[in-house]
């Protein structure tokens, strides 16, 4: 199969469908790789690097959608990237489609087989595409938010840490979750005071066991959480329900009360928000500040920390895309029960019932759509 990596253009995102490393393992099972030209300039990999592992460097985009079979890459494909995909190509990405009608429109229009990383399953059905990336979030999430509390970025002018003989900020954390737990390292890594909020209780005993009394677990009741977020200095939002729309646990009613120069953090913003104010924002313009609380909600959040996040990425999406390459997307996905989840559009159809759900289309089960309409598409 031919391959190709295009090099990522939504704002400030510098990391790369495939590494060097992944692109030997790919040549090395006997396929072509095409690269856009300074695709992994942002994670320190050059044109040089990806001709070594076996690569053909291409000048443009098009080029790359033109030559290849699938399409590897990061983030959702913009729209000057959907307006070159066909009905043969395989794409193979992060989709977050059940808050973005416009493009779920352009995907069904392209009549192209549409695998999303983020709701790929395993065998305890866990999300384990996205778990590298979540766990990049969470962590930075803490990060941005210690930024956002400073005085100059119109938060309150609080130390996340405190210092000796001045309290720390208060960090609450809704849900606990993959997110939810990396950003509760890096804040009592940083010597906040932390509170999770979730309605899983198994989950709260897997935290408090974990992280002893440095953590506050709390049952996310209504009452619970309104009474933590006003309290708070910083909140994060780290709550998923795979491949649907995030629900929105913080009213604009409730962030108008919250205190004076506080931050919010939505990590959900790629699947809308947890927070009823959010709204996305990028890492040239991270923040904007409604009723005196500054809101951090940048859509790529990983894509600060390129390096990192895409060798990550690959380490867990590069045995789905060498099964997808050498089998064809209808084999690989019919032969993996937990695969199979991963596709949302194929041959005009939508095969994710959370993204029909939420956008209003008929929901195909991706089994039918394989093996009738979108056969000839996944070969």
């Given at each position: 199969?031919?391959?190709?990596?295009?090099?990522?253009?939504?704002?400030?995102?510098?990391?790369?469908?495939?590494?060097?490393?992944?692109?030997?393992?790919?040549?090395?099972?006997?396929?072509?790789?095409?690269?856009?030209?300074?695709?992994?300039?942002?994670?320190?990999?050059?044109?040089?690097?990806?001709?070594?592992?076996?690569?053909?460097?291409?000048?443009?985009?098009?080029?790359?959608?033109?030559?290849?079979?699938?399409?590897?890459?990061?983030?959702?494909?913009?729209?000057?990237?959907?307006?070159?995909?066909?009905?043969?190509?395989?794409?193979?990405?992060?989709?977050?489609?059940?808050?973005?009608?416009?493009?779920?429109?352009?995907?069904?229009?392209s009549?192209a087989?549409?695998?999303?990383?983020?709701?790929?399953?395993?065998?305890?059905?866990?999300?384990?595409?996205?778990?590298?990336m979540?766990?990049?979030?969470?962590?930075?999430?803490?990060?941005?938010?210690?930024?956002?509390?400073?005085?100059?970025?119109?938060?309150s002018?609080?130390?996340?840490?405190?210092?000796?003989?001045?309290e720390?900020?208060?960090?609450?954390?809704?849900?606990?979750?993959?997110?939810?737990?990396?950003?509760?390292?890096?804040?009592?890594?940083?010597?906040?005071?932390?509170?999770?909020?979730?309605?899983?209780?198994?989950?709260?005993?897997?935290?408090?066991?974990?992280?002893?009394?440095?953590?506050?677990?709390?049952?996310?009741?209504?009452?619970?959480?309104?009474?933590?977020?006003?309290?708070?200095?910083?909140?994060?939002?780290?709550?998923?329900?795979?491949?649907?729309a995030?629900?929105?646990?913080?009213?604009?009613?409730?962030?108008?009360?919250?205190?004076?120069?506080?931050?919010?953090?939505d990590?959900?913003?790629?699947?809308?928000?947890?927070?009823?104010t959010?709204?996305?924002?990028?890492?040239?313009?991270?923040?904007?500040?409604?009723?005196?609380?500054?809101?951090?909600?940048?859509?790529?959040?990983?894509?600060?920390?390129?390096k990192?996040?895409?060798?990550?990425?690959?380490?867990?999406?590069?045995?789905?895309?060498?099964?997808?390459?050498?089998?064809?997307?209808?084999?690989?996905?019919?032969?993996?029960?937990?695969?199979?989840?991963?596709?949302?559009?194929i041959?005009?159809?939508?095969?994710?019932?959370?993204?029909?759900?939420?956008?209003?289309?008929?929901?195909?089960?991706?089994?039918?759509?394989?093996?009738?309409?979108?056969?000839?598409?996944?070969?």
């Amino acid at each position: 199969m031919r391959i190709g990596v295009p090099k990522e253009i939504k704002n400030h995102e510098y990391r790369v469908g495939l590494t060097p490393d992944s692109v030997l393992e790919m040549t090395a099972h006997g396929h072509e790789v095409v690269v856009e030209t300074k695709a992994g300039v942002g994670i320190g990999a050059s044109d040089a690097d990806y001709e070594a592992a076996g690569a053909k460097i291409l000048s443009t985009a098009k080029e790359v959608f033109d030559a290849a079979q699938m399409i590897v890459k990061v983030k959702e494909p913009q729209a000057g990237e959907r307006a070159m995909l066909r009905p043969d190509h395989i794409l193979f990405t992060y989709l977050h489609l059940a808050p973005d009608a416009e493009q779920t429109a352009d995907l069904v229009k392209s009549g192209a087989t549409c695998i999303a990383y983020e709701t790929v399953t395993d065998a305890r059905g866990r999300l384990p595409l996205l778990v590298p990336m979540s766990q990049v979030a969470g962590r930075l999430s803490v990060i941005a938010g210690a930024k956002a509390l400073e005085k100059a970025h119109g938060g309150s002018g609080t130390l996340i840490g405190g210092v000796p003989g001045v309290e720390p900020a208060k960090v609450v954390v809704i849900g606990g979750g993959v997110v939810g737990a990396h950003a509760i390292t890096m804040a009592i890594g940083l010597g906040a005071d932390v509170t999770v909020l979730d309605r899983n209780t198994a989950v709260l005993g897997e935290l408090a066991l974990s992280f002893g009394p440095a953590l506050k677990t709390v049952y996310s009741s209504r009452a619970a959480l309104e009474s933590q977020v006003l309290e708070a200095d910083l909140v994060v939002g780290a709550v998923l329900v795979a491949g649907a729309a995030a629900p929105k646990l913080v009213s604009k009613d409730l962030v108008s009360r919250m205190k004076p120069g506080s931050v919010l953090v939505d990590v959900a913003i790629d699947q809308g928000g947890c927070f009823e104010t959010s709204r996305a924002t990028t890492h040239s313009d991270p923040t904007y500040i409604i009723d005196d609380v500054v809101h951090y909600c940048v859509a790529n959040m990983p894509g600060a920390v390129p390096k990192t996040s895409t060798y990550a990425l690959n380490n867990a999406t590069l045995p789905f895309a060498l099964a997808l390459a050498d089998k064809g997307a209808k084999q690989a996905l019919l032969d993996d029960p937990h695969f199979l989840p991963g596709l949302n559009v194929i041959g005009g159809q939508v095969t994710c019932e959370a993204v029909a759900t939420a956008l209003g289309y008929d929901y195909v089960d991706p089994k039918v759509a394989l093996e009738q309409g979108g056969a000839s598409q996944a070969a």
